[in-house]
C-alpha cells in the first residue's frame, strides 16, 4: 500500500478527522455486535497518544437523508467511552451549532463524536459543500472505515479535497492482508467463493481465476454452473442469464490450468424452511420439486480436503442457508477446515461469511476477517477503492 498513514504524520496537538464503521447492529440502543467499534480502537488510541483532538464520524443503517433517532450514534458514543475509559462526548447534530461548540471546546486527548453523517442526504451524495464543513472542523483526515472505501462519499472522499488524508490502522491492514493474498500470496491458493447469486461475483470469479491454483463454488452460485454443466438442478435457485458466463469460466479455468471445483452432492429441501423434509442427492441429479440448501458430505470432504493444503485461503460467501441450523452445516465445515488448516493465512471476505464465521465460535481462529462486504469484493475483483485511492500517497 502506497498511501500515508497515521504514523507518516504529525498528529500532536491537531484536530483530527476520523471516518469510522460505526455501523453496528441495533436491538433498540443496545448494541448487539460490538465488532466494528473494537476494529476503530487501536486507530483511536494511538492518535490520543500522540496528543491529538480526535473528532470521529460515521454512518449507522439507511436513515435516507433525514434525522431518525432509531439511527441515532448515541449508543456507540456510551460503549467508546467505556472502551476507551474516557468521556466520548456526543454531538446532537453533524455539522450544526452543537458540533461547532463541541469541537470548539476540545482539547488535544479529548475524543467528540458527530451524530450519523447519513441524517443528510449530502453525505452520499458527495456534496462539496457538506464535505468542506466536515473537514473545516480538523487538521487532518483520517479514513479508517474500509467498509465504504468502494463508496465516494463526502466523509470518505470529498473531504480528502480539503484535507491531508491518511490512512487508519484498519484500512491499512486491509489492504496489507488482502493485497498480499492477490498479489503474492503464499501457495497453493484456494478460493472459496459461495452466495446465492452469481451475478453478484462476476468480477470476483474472473479476476480470482487470473490469481489462484484453486477455484472452489459452493453456496446458491453453483447452481447456475451446474446448469452449464447439463445438469439437472430441480427448483434450486439458479441464474438463467449467467449461465453463458458460467460456462466461459468453466472454459478459462481450463486455459488457465486452475482447478475449478464444484459441488459433488447437495442436501436438498422441498421447502425453505429449517424443519423441511431433507435428502441428499447428486449435484446434478436434484429431483423435480426439491431445493439445493447446503453442499452434502461428500462434497464437505472434497472441500476441505482442498482447503488442508493450500497456504492462502480466500473466503467469500455460505455454502448453504445457513441461517437455518439444517442447512448450515457445510458452511460450518469450512470454518472448520480452515480452523484445522494452522499453517494457511485463512481471509474471510467480510458480509455472510464473516458472520457466519463468527457466529459459529471460528472468528479467533482466522487469521483475518475483513470488516467490509462490499468493499471487500470489489478489492476482491480488483477494483479501486474511491476512499483508498483519494488519500495521499507517500513520497
Known amino acids: 500500500m502506497n498511501k500515508k498513514t497515521i504514523e507518516d504524520i504529525n498528529v500532536s496537538g491537531k484536530r483530527v478527522l476520523v471516518r469510522c464503521d460505526f455501523n453496528v447492529p441495533l436491538d433498540g440502543k443496545k448494541i448487539t ?52 475509559d474516557k468521556k466520548v462526548v456526543f454531538t446532537n447534530d453533524v455539522i450544526g451549532e452543537d458540533a461547532k461548540a463541541k469541537i470548539a471546546a476540545m482539547q488535544p486527548g479529548d475524543v467528540v463524536l458527530l451524530e450519523n453523517l447519513r441524517f443528510h442526504a449530502e453525505e452520499e451524495k458527495n456534496d462539496p459543500e457538506f ?72 468480477g470476483v470469479i474472473s479476476n480470482l481465476l487470473e490469481k489462484v491454483d484453486t477455484l472452489i463454488i459452493g453456496g446458491g452460485m453453483s447452481y447456475t454452473f451446474q446448469v452449464a454443466l447439463g445438469g439437472h438442478i430441480g427448483k434450486s435457485l439458479f441464474q438463467a442469464d449467467y449461465v453463458d458466463f458460467a460456462k466461459e469460466m468453466i472454459e478459462k479455468a481450463k486455459k488457465l490450468n486452475v482447478r475449478l471445483v464444484l459441488p459433488v452432492d447437495n442436501v436438498c429441501g422441498q421447502e425453505f424452511s429449517n424443519d423441511t423434509m431433507r435428502i441428499t442427492v447428486h449435484s446434478k441429479e436434484i429431483p423435480d420439486g426439491w431445493e439445493g440448501m447446503d453442499i452434502g458430505p461428500q462434497t464437505q470432504a472434497l472441500f476441505s480436503a482442498e482447503i488442508a493444503h493450500a497456504k492462502t485461503v480466500v473466503w467469500n460467501g455460505p455454502m448453504g442457508v445457513f441461517e437455518f441450523p439444517s442447512f448450515a452445516v457445510g458452511t460450518r465445515s469450512i470454518a472448520q477446515a480452515l480452523a484445522d488448516n494452522k499453517s494457511c493465512i485463512s481471509i474471510i471476505g467480510g458480509g455472510d461469511s464473516a458472520a457466519a464465521v463468527e457466529q459459529m465460535g471460528y472468528g479467533k481462529l482466522m487469521t483475518h476477517i475483513s470488516t467490509g462486504g462490499g468493499a471487500s469484493l470489489e478489492f476482491l475483483e480488483g477494483k479501486t477503492l474511491p476512499g483508498v485511492a483519494a488519500l495521499n500517497d507517500k513520497e
Open 131 to 202: 464535505a468542506k464543513a466536515l473537514a473545516s472542523f480538523a487538521d487532518i483526515f483520517v479514513n479508517d472505515a474500509f467498509g465504504t472505501a468502494h463508496r465516494a462519499h463526502a466523509s470518505t472522499e470529498g473531504v480528502t479535497h480539503y484535507l491531508p488524508a491518511v490512512a487508519g490502522y484498519l484500512i491499512g491492514k486491509e489492504l496489507d492482508i488482502m493485497g498480499k493474498a492477490l498479489e503474492n500470496p503464499a501457495r497453493p491458493f484456494v478460493a472459496v467463493l459461495g452466495g446465492s447469486k452469481v451475478g453478484d461475483k462476476i
Open 33 to 84: 455486535d460490538e465488532t466494528r467499534i473494537v476494529a476503530a480502537l487501536p486507530t483511536i488510541e494511538y492518535l490520543l497518544k500522540q496528543n491529538a483532538a480526535v473528532i470521529l464520524c460515521s454512518h449507522l443503517g439507511r436513515p435516507k437523508g433525514e434525522f431518525n433517532m432509531k439511527y441515532s450514534l448515541a449508543p456507540v458514543a456510551q460503549r467508546l467511552s467505556e472502551k476507551l
